[in-house]
Nanobody, 125 residues
Framework: QVQLVESGGGLVQAGGSLRLSCAAS????????MGWFRQAPGKDREFVAF????????YYADSVKGRFTISRDNAKNTAYLQMNSLKPEDTAVYYC??????????????????WGQGTQVTVSS
């Protein structure tokens, strides 16, 4: 079992920045690739960013490429999502998720094993 807890969400003006954190406990954090997803009201949960267990490779949705950065610190059992140049359309609940197959990039919700409870990000125009 892996327990994930997100933090760092909040209200920010368009153009601003936030850094989300995802603290993991339970099984060895470095055994899992990590993903960030988001879900806006009335919409499906969508992929945002992915990072391999080692942190050597990352992948982003086109909508956030160049603005968001995913990272991890295995010594601290924490993954991060740095969000810059935020737009109102980035408003959503953001979730981190862990995936243990270590078989490459994972983009789909159903491919992940564990999920956090989510943190709200609201970007005002």
């Amino acid at each position: 079992q892996v327990q994930l807890v997100e933090s760092g969400g909040g209200l920010v003006q368009a153009g601003g920045s936030l850094r989300l954190s995802c603290a993991a406990s339970g099984r060895t954090f470095s055994s899992y690739a990590m993903g960030w997803f988001r879900q806006a009201p009335g919409k499906d949960r969508e992929f945002v960013a992915f990072i391999t267990w080692s942190g050597e490779a990352t992948y982003y949705a086109d909508s956030v490429k160049g603005r968001f950065t995913i990272s991890r610190d295995n010594a601290k059992n924490t993954a991060y999502l740095q969000m810059n140049s935020l737009k109102p359309e980035d408003t959503a609940v953001y979730y981190c998720a862990a995936e243990g197959s270590l078989r490459g990039i994972r983009l789909r919700v159903e491919e992940y094993d564990y999920w956090g409870q989510g943190t709200q990000v609201t970007v005002s125009s």
